[in-house]
């Protein structure tokens, strides 16, 4: 009996595994590619021999996917063994311009370039333009770019409390997903016949899927943190965090960066380690802020978790948000201990409870605009300056060239500190810096 179960979820997870399904979903979505005409093109069917066909064992385990195999130089397999297409288009076509969106004619390329090949990825047609947008919105939602806007805008504008406990779930939701990719080992889906309508994270491996993790992470430990603390209903709260993480998990396989499975296990994985993270995160958040040896703590177990991580495979970009993620929660942590010993930005007593939000007036609408525009700016100025200061710096420390700065990075002696350096930096900012500069300004 256990032996057939084990079987039959054997073979579900192969089934939801295969990319045929992602881009039969992508074709159901109007996502047509460009690939040559002896290629399979997205949203064909996709007849691939049985196990037996191919001389296997019938139940051989979870397999890796294997690596892509060139065809007639439409694909490379770079990087961590994901294949990159190059670009190309079918006889008679008319290229759009390159990474500038949509044009007229529903052609399209990823809007960014690969972050380790600089690969700019294959044209692809687009049919429905609502599920393009609305599933670009849902992938960003998982970006630097969001994190950036978001964590700033609830601790600024919101909640410093709900804010700042985020980040510590957000940065080991980053550190055990990522980690486990480079564990675990799997490639991309294969292309064709998935077309991949992003590329920017095509050259990293893909189980589990770390957007798929952050956009449930973040939205039910929202949920979890506020419900009770502010009023509102609890239907209200949870029908966010379930369209929130939906739509992040739904985009990647629109994005053709994810099968089904690795989507489904990011999504549980999160789970699980929130569950966990629930339970503790009052005396996490007690500790960085009492404790008078927590800056110390602090420090040493994010670099060492850093170490590890670096540890487990050749450069690649995961490791390189890895150290970001960990990095931002040094700062962010590092920051609320010396918030709490200088008396700044207290948590309103519980006999507050429940929060509600002020009356929507002009002048409130105007002060949060003012503090959230000045703040973003300066953690962008903050991320900017640190950037260009860190990173030859680095190489000169370590003799080496910092003419090609993706080369420089790398090494893990610059990549590790570079991260570290500067996001602890904005995530020290954000929490302490920008709040202060509130005060002078009289913006608080």
Request: charged share 15%.
């Amino acid at each position: 009996m256990a032996k057939d179960f084990v079987k039959t979820f054997v073979r579900l997870c192969n089934y939801l595994q295969e990319p045929c399904h992602v881009a039969r979903f992508q074709n159901f979505c109007g996502i047509k590619g460009t690939f040559p005409d002896k290629a399979s093109r997205a949203g064909d069917e996709v007849n691939e021999p049985s196990n037996e066909e191919a001389g296997e064992p019938e139940f051989p385990g979870l397999r890796k996917r294997p690596q892509q195999q060139e065809d007639n130089n439409s694909s490379s397999v770079v990087g961590n063994g994901a294949a990159v297409p190059e670009s190309s288009k079918t006889a008679g076509d008319e290229t759009g311009p390159q990474g500038s969106g949509m044009p007229d004619s529903g052609r399209a390329k990823p809007l960014r370039r690969n972050s380790l090949t600089g690969d700019v990825g294959q044209e692809f047609i687009i049919h429905n333009k609502l599920l393009f947008y609305l599933f670009t919105f849902g992938t960003e939602l998982g970006n630097e770019m969001f994190f950036i806007i978001f964590f700033p805008f609830l601790f600024w504008n919101v909640d410093a409390l709900v804010s700042r406990r985020l980040i510590v779930v957000w940065a080991w939701n980053l550190f055990v997903g990522q980690s486990t990719k480079d564990l675990v080992r799997w490639s991309r889906p294969a292309s064709p016949p998935v077309v991949k309508v992003e590329v920017f994270y095509n050259s990293e491996y893909s189980m589990p899927s770390t957007h798929a993790m952050t956009g449930t992470a973040i939205p039910f430990c929202l949920f979890l943190l506020s419900y009770g603390r502010w009023q509102y209903s609890f239907q209200f709260g949870l029908c966010v965090a379930v369209c929130w993480s939906v739509l992040v998990c739904v985009s990647r396989v629109y994005m053709g960066m994810h099968s089904i499975l690795e989507v489904i296990t990011g999504f549980l994985y999160s789970l699980l380690i929130l569950a966990f993270f629930h339970t503790v995160l009052d005396k996490i958040d007690s500790f960085y802020m009492m404790n008078h040896y927590a800056p110390l703590v602090i420090v040493v177990s994010h670099v060492s978790l850093g170490l590890v991580a670096f540890s487990l495979d050749s450069w690649s970009t995961s490791r390189g948000d890895t150290a970001q993620a960990l990095g931002t929660g040094v700062g962010a942590a590092v920051a609320t201990h010396v918030n709490h010993q200088l008396g700044l930005l207290l948590d309103p007593p519980l006999s507050a409870m429940p929060l509600t939000l002020p009356p929507i007036s002009t002048g409130l609408v105007v002060r949060s605009l003012l503090r959230f525009l000045i703040g973003v700016a300066v953690l962008l100025v903050t991320r900017m300056v640190m950037k260009a200061m860190t990173i030859p710096f680095l190489c000169r420390l370590f003799g080496l060239p910092s003419n090609d700065v993706r080369q420089a990075r790398q090494h893990m002696k610059v990549e590790l500190p570079y991260r570290y350096i500067v996001y602890s930096v904005v995530g020290f900012s954000c929490v302490c810096v920008v709040p202060l500069l509130f005060s002078i300004l009289n913006l608080a």
